[in-house]
């Protein structure tokens, strides 16, 4: 198992959010757009989140630049996000148009680490962060488009190549203008451990920002990542913006 491989989302956002609006107080010139350069240099940091994270670099002699900016080249390299079935044809259209500009990922140092193949008992937990940036009217287009076709995906998640397991819409704090956050639950495959899986996508302005925090269970454990640990990160993710 790695964390640098795709992860495999069932549901990558659901909310009511998409389609009556939220808003916040948030003030400030949010409008401009910036580059990707200017994104990397606002993504999260170890020192940003509270507990021990370090910097995911990717596979040795590979992986993706450490600075976060993302080039076309390298947009291929991503993690890759997987929607349900039942998700309109828009909706999977319009995951296909997010051209994310920076990322990170970041993994948190447990007290009882899952180190495969040998020990299967324990926690592997990663937060990884995706931003891009365009027109305002661009943003709130893709976000609105995007987001409807996910609520389909609430329920139940039905056994596969992971599996069974369940879908459900979770709050978080009231950050950007619109957002959205799932808790996605299943079983690995053989049933021998747990996937948490919190989805979030903000849109603030001119950006858009995805937050994916996984905790991975092996064993008779509870899962360590809160949802009040998951909403701190995005706080603090879009109040760099």
Known sequence: MCRWKSVLLVSLLATTCAVSGCSDSSTGDDTQVMTGAELAGLLLSPGDIQGEWTLNKGPEGGGLPESGEITDADRDQLPQVQVCDKASAAAKEAIS???????????RTENDPLDPPKDREGHMEFVQQY???????????????????????????????????????????????????????????????????????????????????????????????????VSDIVETAVSKL
């Open 97 to 107: 148009n997010l051209r994310w500009q920076a990322y990170r990922q970041l993994d």
């Open 131 to 229: 931003l891009m940036s365009d027109e305002p009217s661009r943003i709130t287009t893709l976000y609105g488009d995007a987001a409807p076709g996910f609520i389909e995906c609430l329920g139940d998640i039905p056994a596969g190549e992971e599996g069974p397991g369940t879908s459900t819409e979770v709050q978080i704090g009231q950050v950007g203008d619109e957002r959205v956050a799932v808790l996605s639950r299943f079983e690995e495959a053989g049933g021998t451990g747990m996937w948490n899986i919190y989805s979030v996508l903000v849109r603030k302005g001119a950006v858009l920002v995805s937050v994916t925090a996984v905790d991975i269970v092996m064993g008779d454990l509870e899962a360590e990542l809160t949802l009040s640990d």
